[in-house]
């Protein structure tokens, strides 16, 4: 079996989670002091889907740490998919649906990398990934359901699918193995010193899995005090405790969007469609080397995506809450 | 994305199956809908005959409206939660599927079945395959958990005997097969392409023609599958798309991102 | 075994769900017709917790009603409980903790039955109820978890608690039979006509029981548009669609409390724990023909609680927000 | 609610437990606490020696601060919300024990046993009971998937050989029985009365006490004990409460619901 479905047994799940310093401290530091928490090898869990929320600014630096051989899971992959493949980063990739977007068709790398088998895109349902981490989030090894069962897509994943009776109504359920990855990579709105963290609009799978990670990540569009958490604790999404980093990443979702900030930047994500659909292999390579060693910093990043464009996806991205 | 070029007809082959599609949803009903023609598709059907109609995107949405030229790219982003009646984590909202709130799912197909299964994972040999797909998403969870319709182009090369992997699950091989295989609940109810409508035969659950778009034969359907189709006792010619509906989609999609 | 550890077959729930009507309807009743909804002998799933959003008017209703036998669920059960059953309403309450509050000493009432052998207290750990509802709203027979094992609160409950080995990791888990009820009686900040709701503060197990309940009566403090809740749909927590009965009533919790709008209303839980440790019989007794047989309508119940302890509960319930 | 007069003594009974548990507290904790003598014994431990002591109320809140006069009748009213860094439904707050974040919790008792099981259930016969207790609440679950600290008065009713029901799981028949029967995480850590401070021995698992408070005896404490206590190598006696202690408590609950 592969790494992915080895569930952690119990006793192991909570020796780690004890070992960790829980305590409430600040924890804010660089993308580069981020990047030191992940291991080569770590199984990276990524927030947010397709093209809302990823954590971007955090890829970015992991790319530019040059970390080995990570297994990312994900609820949907896109873009950063692509580029983690290309970069070397991971050889395997576990999520329900990997390619930049339907817009620009099937991503050329991602078929360039699985067709050649140079990495693994391990395919489970868009909900057996959630109750996967759902099952990790509740300190549980499996959660039942009741999909996946039957298809190709159930029987490909091999063992790490199993079925029983229930023993109260005799019916046959699916049994899906918890998901506990060793870090989770989740950008937010808004947080504060001590990893607080309050998300806006759609949450995708982030709370599970920040709450089934053994180390959490956040980039946060903003740091903000303690005390503005407490005035709305009730907007409170992820408890202090499971976060080991917090990192002030303004704009760190681009070219993705960052519900209710800004949306997708369009113009970029059509060319970098383009040039990796001329040339799976130089194609994210050559944008790599632009836009992901090149630049000396993350605003040395966004000024590459433009002023421009940062401004239209910022007016777009706040169109959300106009009547 | 067609065949059809605008010049031969009044609308795309794309609007023709937009429009189809619309008409087969019932007002009240609850669909859970991909991006795209299903969009396109239930938006149509709540500005005509279903006004009550909710929309499930499985990015978490319940029950948004589509702002006209601002289509979402996919089901998970902001566009997809305006003035929508609760916004909700992914897995919850697909919960609602195995709960058993919804009524039908709606998606698009790359490759589909005689008796309805779809393949969007791998074309050729999973372990070698010729094209991988991006994959499942939450087509496998939609079509295990409800009754669905699916809308695609009507091609040979889509339309197979068998497809080469079954990543959302029809009636699996026929017959009660679907239910021995540990789903009995839901099942491919009605495909919708530019060419006909079809269901399901009620015993053998092979692919039925229930109706025919208008100027399209028997043989032009059959000629554009790659498996023998049944034809229902009584074969109906859909009326083709009303200026109405036409003028809902295209102010709906004025770039024609998805009805060009 | 009883009734509440039946767990329904998924085809039984299935259709008993697709036979309700769903659409977008209004849905709104006075709290008499919404008391025609729950039959005699339904199992009723009582939202809130102790003295918190209490569906207090909904059960002031069903109480006059004289509905019969009802099998009552809720996470903690409060003075709500001695009146239920004191009335004849139910005989059977499953619940994790059953008295009025910790500071009036344990309740009479809840003595009288029980030990008298009048009416059944059916003990699960407050854990076990949350995940009971929640594998009920997941659509799964049942839920692993990792408490009652070993202790006699699991042994209480028999057969309805079982163990297993998992086949992930040879450990033995707890399942948990998932509990669907007939009716939830859920109180509410604000919600429209259609039943989409929005929740301040505490949560307790209102989500899961609402989406576990094959039926949903919504009392709310008040009825807002459908436009307002769209305007901030992150903060809807309750679908139209489980819904199927909306009824306003202000102050809808008295004597109990409503988060941020009104806190318990002390003096007259005082008053109550005097009268009812003073006699468990007659007490009770005394109580319900004043309070709830003798007005005629929920602001003539309200009057009686007297409109200096109703602004009293309102100024305390709204300091919640103050700094 | 004591036995002690403040004649007698500079505080209660009640505050001396108070003061006792809340110097087993560490900076740093994440505590599970009930309200009464848990919470205001946390509250005290955070404005002295343990500032950045997380609590958690199984009503769904996490790191409140309690506004002195404010105490919540339960933990499940919005006075538990006040100032706190995160509100969550009841099942993922117990949840948060399941998953490991919870270092301890702190409760109180109605009647413990020699292995530190604890009884809120059933007194005299489950099918019989002389007395129906409240029962479990999230006692059952705090006390399977942590380590404990129960505070509670020392009288020899409420500590029996043998519990007449177990409904918080202590060390279970003692030695390895508690992992045997299915629990090997957590355990009863410390039991603190208004007498002692007392642990349970690595290997049987019986109750031992490890410091006395001032003034009392061995024999006193073996007096209010139904059943044979262990005594530590060094049974230390306990520092009284101090001034500032008291003062703390004293603000917290100036009517003295708690600590009467």
């Given at each position: 079996m592969s790494v992915d479905t080895e569930v952690k047994p119990y006793q192991q799940l909570r020796r780690e989670t004890m070992e960790?310093?829980?305590?409430?401290r600040e924890k804010v530091m660089s993308l580069e002091e981020a990047a030191k928490l992940v291991r080569d090898g770590d199984h990276v869990g990524i927030g947010g889907c397709t093209m809302s929320r990823t954590p971007t600014a955090m890829i970015w630096a992991l790319i530019r740490a040059r970390r080995k051989d990570l297994v990312v899971s994900r609820s949907i992959t896109s873009s950063e998919g692509d580029l983690l493949f290309a970069s070397g980063v991971s050889k395997h990739i576990i999520t329900s649906w990997f390619t930049q977007g339907i817009v620009w068709g099937v991503s050329k790398v991602m078929r360039h990398h699985t067709e050649k088998k140079l990495a693994r895109f391990e395919e489970w349902s868009h909900m057996s990934m959630g109750l996967r981490y759902r099952a990790g989030a509740m300190g549980i090894p499996f959660m039942p359901s009741r999909?996946?069962?039957?298809?190709d897509v159930g029987k490909r994943v091999g063992d790490s699918l199993k079925t029983m009776t229930c023993p109260f109504t005799g019916e046959e359920v699916v049994l899906l193995p918890a998901l506990n990855p060793d870090v989770a990579l989740i950008h937010v709105q808004r947080c504060d010193a001590y990893g607080n963290a309050q998300l806006d609009g759609l949450q995708f799978m982030d709370i599970d899995m920040a709450m089934a990670a053994n180390k959490v990540i956040l980039t946060t569009e903003r740091i903000v005090s303690n005390d503005q958490i407490r005035r709305t604790p009730d907007q409170t999404r992820i408890p202090f405790f499971t976060v080991d980093a917090v990192v002030e990443a303004p704009m760190g979702c681009a070219p993705h969007e960052c519900y209710g900030l800004y949306e997708p930047f369009f113009g970029h994500l059509d060319e970098y469609a383009e040039i990796t659909a001329k040339d799976p292999v130089k194609g994210p390579q050559q944008y790599l080397e632009e836009y992901?060693?090149?630049?000396?910093?993350w605003p040395d990043y966004l000024a590459k995506l433009g002023m421009d464009a940062v401004l239209d996806a910022c007016r777009r991205g706040r169109s959300v809450h106009n009547d | 994305m067609t065949k059809h070029s605008p010049a031969a007809s009044a609308y795309t082959a794309s609007e023709l199956l937009a429009v189809m599609a619309a008409r087969l949803l019932k007002d009240g009903q609850i669909v859970f809908a991909g991006v795209g023609i299903p969009l396109l598709a239930a938006t149509l059907a709540q500005r005509s005959h279903t006004p009550h109609l909710t929309i499930l995107f499985e990015g978490g949405t319940i029950g948004p409206f589509i702002v006209p030229g601002e289509l979402?790219?996919?089901?998970?982003?902001?566009?997809?939660?305006?003035?929508?009646n609760m916004v909700l984590p992914i897995t919850d909202v697909l919960l609602l599927l195995q709960r058993g709130y919804v009524d039908v799912g709606f998606m698009g197909g790359a490759q589909i079945d005689r008796f309805g299964n779809l393949n969007?994972?791998?074309?050729?040999?999973?372990?070698?395959?010729r094209i991988r797909l991006p994959g499942t998403g939450g087509g496998n969870d939609i079509s295990s958990l409800t009754d669905m319709i699916v809308a695609m182009k009507h091609e040979k090369r889509r339309f197979v005997a068998d497809v080469d992997f079954i990543t959302s699950p029809g009636w699996m091989k026929g017959k009660a097969s679907r239910a021995e295989r540990g789903l009995p609940q839901g099942g491919m109810w009605r495909v919708v392409t530019d060419l006909a409508v079809m269901g399901f035969d009620e015993d053998t659950r092979e692919m039925k023609v229930l109706a025919l778009n208008q100027g399209v034969t028997r043989e032009q359907v059959q000629e554009n599958t790659g498996f023998k189709l049944l034809f229902d006792a009584h074969v109906e010619t859909a009326e083709p798309p009303r200026a109405d509906e036409l003028a809902v989609l295209r102010e709906l999609d004025p770039e024609r991102l998805y009805t060009a």
């Open positions: 960790r310093d829980r305590g409430l999909s996946m069962i039957g298809s992901y060693y090149g630049p000396k910093s | 979402p790219p996919s089901t998970n982003e902001q566009r997809c939660t305006r003035r929508s969007s994972s791998f074309i050729g040999d999973a372990d070698n395959p």
